[in-house]
C-alpha cells in the first residue's frame, strides 16, 4: 500500500562529490517488499519547488523501519534535500512502481548486476535479496570518474565487483560492455539500472539473456502527471500503445518498450 508520512531522518551524509545518502525511519518501511521501487520526496518543507522528487529506494531494513536512499543534488529541490540534518523530517510519499522480479534468479544459478552511476543504488537491495536466496551475484558498475565511485565496499561483501570509469582514472577504462565482454564467469540473468544509453547496449548485445531494465533515469514527475516517462511499447507496429515509466516500471523485462 501507498503512504505518505513525515520520517525521521538518521543519517545524512556525502559519499561523493554531490551524491547523498539519506537514511530516514518510519513505519513507511513496513510496505517495501520489492528492490528496484522509488519514493516520492518533499525536498522542502516550504512551497518551493511544488513537486515532489522521485527518489529510487537503494536499501531498506523492516524490523528497524528504515530505508536509505542516495541521490544526486543537482537541481533546486535535490539541493534543498541535502541541507536536511538528522532528527529533522522528510515527507515521503511511497513506495511506488514496480520493481526487479527477484524470483527470476533462482538458487544456485548467478546473475550479474549492471549499474551506471546514479542508476547504481537499486541494485544494492536487489543484490542482498539474491545472495539471500542463494542466487551467486556479479556487479558490474560504471562511474565517470574515480571520484564519483559510491559504494564499491558495500557490492564487494555481496559478490565480485568490477568497476569501469569512463575516463579510466579507476578500474577498466571504458564502459561497463567494455567489462562484460571480458568476463570468465557464466550468468542466467541481467539486472540493470542507468543510463538510456546503457540500457540500449545491454540490450543489443545480451538480448538472448534474461535481462530487465529499470529506467528510472526517464522518470520527470514520478506520478503520471507529466507524460516526461512515456515509452512506446515493443510489440506495436502502430506506435500508439505506451506505458508509463512511473507507473508500469521502472523495471521492464528487454524487449517491453522501445528505449
Ligand atoms: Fe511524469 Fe511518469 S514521470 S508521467
Do not use: W
Request: with cysteine.
Amino acid at each position: 500500500m501507498i503512504k505518505k508520512e513525515r520520517m525521521k531522518v538518521l543519517n545524512h551524509k556525502e559519499l561523493a562529490p554531490s551524491i547523498f545518502e539519506l537514511t530516514l525511519q518510519g513505519e513507511l518501511v513496513s510496505e517495501m517488499n520489492q528492490p528496484g521501487q522509488f519514493v516520492q520526496v518533499k525536498t522542502t518543507e516550504g512551497t518551493e519547488p511544488l513537486l515532489r522528487r522521485p527518489i529510487s529506494i537503494s536499501s531498506y531494513n523492516s524490523s528497524e523501519k528504515q530505508f536509505t536512499m542516495i541521490y544526486r543534488a543537482e537541481g533546486k529541490g535535490t539541493t534543498l534535500l541535502s541541507q536536511r540534518k538528522e532528527a529533522e523530517a522528510v515527507d515521503i510519499l511511497g513506495p511506488l512502481g514496480n520493481g526487479f522480479p527477484v524470483h527470476e534468479a533462482k538458487q544456485g544459478e548467478t546473475a550479474l548486476l549492471v549499474g551506471g552511476g546514479i542508476g547504481v543504488p537499486p541494485l544494492y537491495q536487489l543484490s542482498q535479496m539474491l545472495v539471500a536466496k542463494g542466487v551467486t551475484v556479479i556487479h558490474v558498475l560504471g562511474f565517470q570518474t574515480k571520484s564519483a565511485i559510491f559504494y564499491e565496499k558495500e557490492f564487494s561483501e555481496l559478490g565480485d565487483t568490477y568497476i569501469a570509469t569512463v575516463d579510466g582514472s579507476y578500474g577498466t577504462k571504458g564502459f561497463v560492455t567494455t567489462v562484460i565482454d571480458n568476463l570468465e564467469q557464466e550468468f542466467a540473468t541481467i539486472f540493470s539500472c542507468g543510463p538510456t544509453p546503457m540500457l540500449r547496449a545491454l540490450e543489443a548485445g545480451y538480448r538472448e539473456k534474461k535481462l530487465f531494465l529499470s529506467l528510472e533515469e526517464r522518470m520527470g514527475c514520478g506520478i503520471g502527471a507529466c507524460f516526461a516517462c512515456v515509452c512506446h511499447t515493443g510489440d506495436d507496429p502502430t506506435g500508439f500503445s505506451y506505458k508509463k515509466v512511473c507507473s508500469d516500471g521502472p523495471v521492464f523485462r528487454a524487449g517491453e518498450v522501445v528505449l
